[in-house]
């Protein structure tokens, strides 16, 4: 499986980005997915995180209400939908699969990670 994440960019602080994540070769939709970011001198953090049917999610305190995570397996494709943002966002955003269906959130949990897209976001 190949995910390829793509959507970042630089956005003023209150804006909004919508990230997706497009998966190819052996895909299946039967699999859990997760959005993880990474800034400079930080540990790789959740931020958002769907079961196999994309009914249960996730989303840690500090993105609670801002961003949304969809998925259309039609499409192979995940998404984070990101708003108000602050230069606290400010990270490489990577997408991954999990080893289950079930949603989760231990990174260990993850075992095919996309290359990461970055946001910046201005003050």
């Known amino acids: 499986v190949q995910l390829q994440a793509f959507g970042g960019g630089l956005v003023q602080a209150g804006g909004c980005l919508r990230l997706s994540c497009a998966a190819s070769g052996r895909t299946d939709s039967r699999y859990a997915m997760g959005w993880f970011r990474q800034a400079p001198g930080k540990e790789r953090e959740l931020v958002a995180a769907?079961?196999?049917?994309?009914?249960?999610?996730y989303y840690p305190d500090s993105v609670t209400g801002r961003f949304t995570i969809s998925r259309d397996n039609a499409k192979n494709t995940v998404y984070l939908q990101m708003n108000s943002l602050t230069p606290e966002d400010t990270a490489v955003y990577y997408c991954a699969q999990a080893r289950t269906g079930f949603m989760s959130m231990a990174r260990y949990q993850y075992n095919f990670w996309g290359q990461g897209t970055q946001v910046t976001v201005s003050s």
């Open positions: 769907l079961d196999w049917s994309g009914s249960i999610t």
